[in-house]
C-alpha cells in the first residue's frame, strides 16, 4: 500500500524532514569494461592560449570569430574542428563511429545539434552545463563498459561571447562586468572512447548532485559551483575507500575568481 506525505514548512525543512536519505547513496560505478581514451582533441580562443594552460591545447586560435558572421556559427566550427581532430587522432574514420554525446550552452544545444548532423553516427544530446564534459564521458563509458557499442565521441563546446548573449547581455550592449564575474572559455574538447586497445582507461565515474547554498549572484557563478564540486570529490572518496592521498592529481575548478577558495 502506498502512503501519501504532505510537507508543510521551508525548502530546508522539507529536506530534512522528507527528502534526506537514510544512509548516504552510492554515487561512483565501476566500470565492468572500462573504455580506453583513442583520440583526443582541443580547439581554444585567443584567450585560453594566453593563459597557464596554453601548452596543452592542441589548437589556439588567433581569430575567435574564425570569419564567421556570427559567433554562434565559429562556435559550431570550433566544435566540429575539435571532433574531426579526435577522430583522426584516433585512427578512425567519420562514418565509423557508433555514437556520439555532446552539449554546449546554448538553446536546444544548438551547435552541437548542428555538429552531429555532419555525421552518420547516433546522437545523444546532453545538457549540464560546466560539466557536460563529464557527463558525456559517463554516459559513454557506461554504453561502451555494457557493450552496446563499440565507441563513442565525447564532446562539448561554448564561446564566451555567445554565453554573454544567452545568459546576461550580448557584447555590443556594453554592460560593464563587475571584476569578480566569469568569463566562460572559448573553446571545444573531443574525445573518441573505445571498447579495449592501449591508452588510458576511465575506470570510474562518479555522479553529483544539485548543491544549493543560496548564491544568487549571476555574476558569480563560481561560488555557486564550489559546494556541488566538494560533494562530488568527497562522495568519490565514500564510495571507493580512498583520500587524497591515494591520486597524484585532482582537478576541479569554477567560473570564478572566488569560487575554489
Given at each position: ?113 548542428y555538429a552531429a548532423r555532419e555525421y ?104 555557486a559551483m564550489a559546494p556541488a564540486a ?32
Amino acid at each position: 500500500m502506498s502512503e501519501k506525505f504532505l510537507c508543510y514548512g521551508s525548502d530546508v525543512e522539507i529536506n530534512k524532514r522528507c527528502c534526506a536519505p537514510t544512509a548516504p547513496r552510492r554515487q561512483t560505478v565501476e566500470f565492468t569494461n572500462p573504455p580506453v581514451i583513442a583520440g583526443k582533441m582541443s580547439v581554444v580562443g585567443s584567450k585560453e592560449g594566453a593563459g597557464p594552460l596554453k601548452d596543452y591545447f592542441d589548437v589556439v586560435l588567433s581569430d575567435d570569430k574564425m570569419n564567421e558572421k556570427s559567433f554562434e556559427k565559429a562556435e559550431f566550427n570550433i566544435l566540429k574542428r575539435a571532433i574531426d581532430g579526435s577522430i583522426a587522432k584516433a585512427g578512425l574514420k567519420p562514418n565509423g563511429i557508433d555514437l556520439m554525446i555532446g552539449g554546449d550552452l546554448l538553446n536546444q544545444i544548438t551547435s552541437s545539434e548542428y555538429a552531429a548532423r555532419e555525421y552518420d553516427s547516433c546522437f545523444l544530446g546532453v545538457y549540464s552545463a560546466c560539466s557536460t564534459m563529464t557527463e558525456s564521458l559517463a554516459i559513454g563509458c557506461n554504453l561502451l563498459s555494457s557493450g552496446a557499442f563499440n565507441n563513442a565521441i565525447c564532446s562539448t563546446v561554448s564561446h564566451f561571447a555567445t554565453a554573454e548573449r544567452q545568459y546576461r547581455y550580448p557584447l555590443e550592449y556594453g554592460c560593464q562586468r563587475p571584476p569578480y564575474s566569469q568569463w566562460t572559455v572559448t573553446g571545444a574538447g573531443s574525445i573518441v572512447l573505445k571498447r579495449g586497445g592501449e591508452g588510458v582507461r576511465i575506470t570510474k565515474a562518479t555522479f553529483g548532485k544539485v548543491v544549493d547554498y543560496g548564491t544568487n549572484d549571476l555574476n558569480n557563478m563560481g561560488a555557486a559551483m564550489a559546494p556541488a564540486a566538494m560533494e562530488s570529490i568527497l562522495a568519490l572518496f565514500r564510495d571507493t575507500g580512498t583520500t587524497d592521498k591515494d591520486y597524484d592529481l585532482i582537478v576541479t575548478g569554477d567560473l570564478g575568481k572566488l569560487g575554489s577558495d
